[in-house]
């Protein structure tokens, strides 16, 4: 079956700084690459995703690429404000029939002022 | 639209005794999931539902069962309770491929004693 590494478990950052989190997958059938947000006691929601056709997508300060080849997908984020800290989880699924997602264990984004 | 709706929110149990999880989504998705999430393990999928009347094993499915009554709603059960499974559980929905973004209940923390 998949399987997903993310790196690094934790990541502290200046308020205005970037962020950059990183993960490898083994099954070269995934095809969608998700990536959640999930705050404390909170419920995982979903911030941007990207699929296996495209190399890379932007959502205003969010962004994430995708290297097919090598098997690694990153998430960007620039200009870090508080608001983004939280638990990020990278999750990589082959769409078919279902979307059984397997997920990295998680990265702690804290943002200092 | 409530979206995902789990029940219950909290629940402790004693080992060996019996309890079922309740998830419902009102956005008329196929397929639904059930994850659980330990510390530093990040969300496992338990079991999913890629449609209604069929049900298929995830990563963790030892000690549990699950139904799906209807295209709404999936359920989870613990037949004798294990300390092991003391976590927070997840059940999640998603639309048919290419529209593949899983949306999460808020979750059920289960404490097993």
């Known amino acids: 079956g998949e399987n997903v590494e993310q790196h690094p478990s934790t990541l502290s950052v200046q308020e205005g700084d970037s962020a950059v989190i990183k993960c490898t997958y083994s099954?070269?059938?995934?095809?969608?690459f998700p990536w959640y947000k999930q705050e404390l006691g909170k419920r995982p929601q979903l911030i941007i995703d990207?699929?296996?056709?495209?190399g890379e997508k932007k959502d205003q300060r969010i962004a994430v690429t995708l290297n097919k080849t090598a098997k690694h997908f990153s998430l960007h984020i620039t200009e870090t404000q508080p608001e983004d800290s939280a638990v990020y989880f990278c999750a990589a699924s082959n769409t078919g029939t279902a979307s059984k997602l397997t997920f990295g264990t998680g990265t702690r984004l804290q943002v200092t002022l | 639209n409530a979206g995902v709706t789990q029940t219950p929110k909290f629940q402790v149990l004693k080992t060996g005794q019996s309890m079922t999880l309740q998830c419902a989504q009102d956005m008329n998705h196929n397929s639904m999931y059930w994850y659980r999430q330990d510390p530093g393990m990040g969300l496992r999928l338990i079991y999913y539902?890629?449609?209604?009347?069929?049900?298929d094993k995830g990563e963790v499915p030892n000690g549990y069962n699950v139904s799906r009554l209807n295209k709404r709603e999936f359920s989870l059960r613990l037949e004798s309770a294990a300390p092991s499974q003391t976590s927070v559980y997840f059940c999640?929905?998603?639309?048919?491929?290419?529209?593949?973004?899983?949306?999460f209940g808020q979750g059920t923390r289960l404490t097993v004693v």
């Open positions: 990207i699929r296996s056709n495209v």
């Open positions: 999640a929905s998603s639309a048919r491929a290419p529209n593949t973004e899983a949306f």
């Open positions: 539902s890629a449609s209604e009347g069929t049900t």
């Open positions: 099954d070269s059938a995934s095809n969608y």
